[in-house]
């Protein structure tokens, strides 16, 4: 069945780099697109970025300039990292995806806490 | 970017009672899909395309819409729909989500 598990630090200093992991199982990430959502506490959820299934990114362009997203396909994993890391980047990460033929996110990840602070 | 404007904020349903949640875009978009998400949780995909239930979802739940307005209607409240509930559009660049419902039991 199709599953999607972030990973990461949990804790991240100011400043920082945050470094994320999705690890999806159940389809290949050749097939489908993978994104980054985040919530920040108590609040609704942003889009973050993408990898399409050919490859190529996407990025909300208020992040772009601090973030990369990529993928190692023989693992079956996505990463982020965005730097300069601020307390408003304290959110919870999912991962999700989308088809080639549909716009919509079918399958989420549990999500990954991320706190910002020093 | 396409801003969604769901309404009301929070809202309270006694159980049997039928329930409409609103998503407004500020333009028109062509599909629209809803998400429920309970405290701790991940989003669910709920309806998506506008009309369609994803897997599993009971059928007294509906969706209805077209152009820049939308809605998600429960036919008769049960305890387990108490959840917020957010709007989502892919018409456009970016991907946008409303600031949801949180939908509760009287």
């Known amino acids: 069945q199709v599953q999607l598990k972030e990973s990461g630090p949990g804790l991240v200093q100011p400043s920082q780099t945050l470094s994320l992991t999705c690890t999806v199982s159940?389809?290949?990430?050749?097939?489908?697109?993978v994104h980054w959502v985040r919530q920040p506490p108590g609040k609704g959820l942003e889009w973050v970025g993408a990898?399409?299934?050919?490859?190529?990114?996407d990025y909300n362009s208020a992040l772009k300039s601090r973030l990369s997203i990529s993928r190692d396909t023989s693992k079956s994993q996505v990463f982020l990292k965005m730097n300069s890391l601020q307390t408003e980047d304290t959110a919870i990460y999912f991962c999700t995806r989308t088809g080639s033929l549909y716009w919509y996110f079918d399958f989420w990840g549990p999500g990954t806490m991320v706190t910002v602070s020093s | 970017e396409i801003v969604l404007t769901q309404s009301p904020t929070t809202m309270a349903a006694s159980p049997g009672e039928k329930v409409t949640l609103t998503c407004r875009a500020s333009?028109?978009?062509?599909?629209m899909h809803w998400y429920q998400q309970k405290s701790g949780a991940s989003p669910k995909l709920w309806i998506y395309?506008?009309?369609n239930r994803a897997s599993g979802v009971p059928n007294r739940f509906s969706g209805s819409g077209s152009g820049t307005s939308y809605s998600l209607t429960i036919s008769s409240m049960e305890t387990e729909d108490a959840a917020t509930y957010y709007c989502?559009?892919?018409?456009?660049?970016?991907?946008?989500f409303g600031s949801g419902t949180k939908l509760e039991i009287k």
């Open positions: 989502q559009q892919w018409s456009s660049n970016p991907p946008t």
């Open positions: 990898i399409w299934s050919g490859g190529s990114t």
């Open positions: 333009s028109s978009v062509s599909y």
């Open positions: 395309d506008t009309s």
């Open positions: 159940g389809f290949s990430l050749t097939s489908n697109s």
